[in-house]
């Protein structure tokens, strides 16, 4: 296809940006501190037993509330993963990189999570992984706490213990 | 539906990478002129509007329903916009439909559009949202890991996918208004570029530019027209939270609960052989195999066999997006209304050369979100 015309009545390059004041929420502001003083807050469904993270004040699944808070450990596995090749618009990513499912050890939802100080060929689905944090003093209170997940040479886990909880 | 509601009209653009020759507004008065004369309508016979499309920052157009007012004809009328992100072209054509269920309206004109060329939808659709965890990868980045979980669950071949591709776009060449209609081959798609692993080039979407439109009408209307309209036998939009334990992102419980549902109201047992053709919304290829069993048209893990074996081309037993589908043509919002606006054709009798030979019952499929939104329509050829 041919470029557009660049003849300035027929179109014209625009952004658009305007500011924002968020709220994050007392109860998702625990979890946000925790992320600076290196924790990683889950929290626990009062119905079921299963754990979220980040806590969720209320289950999705069984409406009850989820107010007991848990420290999970900064360890999980890959449940499964691609390798990405397209280049990553305003982020300074070194291609081929791995993005994959996290399954911290404890929680019953996963993290959508860089893998890295790895080739992308030698991640696996039921890989062991750490994650690696900003040091003392960078760290803000936001996700970008933890920078990436790292593998620890630990032999896989199985199969049949993530294929359905991805 | 507790009162029937039929598809009188479909008019749709030639889709293409990159309408120059139109602004937005111009792009989709171009499928509702079509849909009117196919309906043999005017605009004064449409009570209402219901509009569709993706989110609002893939053409940086806020409450695109007050701008394209004028131009879908909502002078003095009532207009409504949907939006449930890549499923929202069938779940708009559903709520136009629930609009003339209800008794309220007699016709109604409902629209779905994207112009991915004047913005960027990869990143409109994952930019980074305060307190939520950065998604570092776009669309395709967030779906190829479930496709690779699909192919280790169900041991399909890895050339699958490939061959999903290469029949799209076989299928594509057959429909004069599809966006990438050139031939490919199943080894073309499997030397393409490896964008996000298992996910290659060949077997990903285009973005393109491209609106439809669909009138929809009460008994009494659509038997006052002047062709065989598509009776809507059935539809629902089913949707299920992002992060919930044990989700099962490979085949979702809102897909699988959307399909009993419709086929239950539909009267329908057993989808393979009841259902003639399917518009499926396939926007990576791994994703039919995977919607094959989500839609309960193959057991689970078994939906790759049904592409080894051929049985979802042109000819054979149920054939699978003839129009070529998402992965040859891709304006988001508009994309699941293709999907039912071509099922709608196809029982029509309709659908020019890629029409399926005695198409009874067709089912149109549209998800969207991060697999989330299920909207699925079965339609008829009689009622």
Known sequence: MSEPPKERVKYIDTNLNLPYHYYAGDYKALYLRALRDKKILGSRCSKTGKVFVPPVIASPESLAPCDELVELPHRGIVTTFCVVNVPVIGREIEIPYVVASVALDGADVSLYSLIQECAAADVRMGTRVEAVWKPDGERQGDHTDIRYFRPTGEPDAPFESFIHRL | ?383
């Open chain 2, 1 to 383: 539906m507790k009162r029937p509601v039929a598809v009188v009209g479909v008019g749709q653009t030639h889709h293409t990478s990159k309408r120059v020759d139109v602004n937005v507004a111009e792009m989709v008065r171009e499928a509702v002129d079509r849909a009117l004369l196919d309906a043999g309508l005017e605009h004064d016979d449409i009570d209402a509007i219901v509009l569709g499309k993706a989110p609002d920052p893939l053409e940086g157009i806020m409450q695109p329903e007050q701008y394209l007012a004028g131009a879908l004809g909502a002078h003095l009328k009532p207009i409504i916009r949907v939006h449930t992100a890549g499923s929202v072209g069938c779940t708009t054509a559903l709520t136009a439909a629930t609009h003339v269920a209800s008794g309220l309206y007699g016709r109604i004109l409902t629209i779905a559009f994207e112009k991915q060329s004047e913005g960027n939808a990869m990143w409109a659709l994952s930019p980074n949202y305060a307190f939520t965890q950065p998604m570092v990868a776009g669309a395709g980045g967030f779906f190829a890991p479930y496709c690779r979980a699909y192919i280790a669950r169900s041991g399909a071949p890895g050339h699958i996918g490939a061959v999903v591709a290469a029949n799209a776009r076989e299928n594509a060449g057959r429909n004069e208004y599809a966006h990438l209609r050139d031939p490919m081959t199943v080894e073309e798609a499997l030397n393409s570029m490896m964008l996000w692993e298992p996910i290659r080039f060949l077997e990903t979407c285009p973005s393109s530019d491209g609106a439809i439109a669909l009138v929809m009408a009460n008994e009494d209307n659509a038997r006052r027209g002047p062709r065989k309209p598509a009776w809507l036998k059935a539809g629902a939009t089913f949707t299920e939270p992002m992060y919930v334990p044990g989700r099962d992102q490979v085949s979702p419980l809102a897909g699988r609960t959307c399909a009993k549902w419709v086929y239950d109201k539909a009267g329908i047992r057993d989808p393979w052989n009841e259902i003639q053709v399917a518009e499926i919304y396939v926007p990576f290829s791994w994703y039919e195999p995977m919607w094959l069993e989500n839609l309960g048209f193959a057991p689970l893990n078994e939906g790759w066999k049904v592409v080894d074996r051929g049985d979802q081309k042109m000819g054979r037993h149920l054939p699978i997006n003839p129009s070529g589908g998402v992965l040859n043509t891709n304006p988001i919002g508009a994309s699941g209304m293709l999907r039912f606006g071509e099922a709608a054709l196809q029982v029509m009798g309709r659908a020019g050369e890629h029409q399926v030979g005695g198409v009874k019952t067709a089912l149109g499929h549209a998800y969207g979100g991060g697999a989330q939104y299920f909207s699925i329509g079965i339609l008829a050829a009689e009622l």
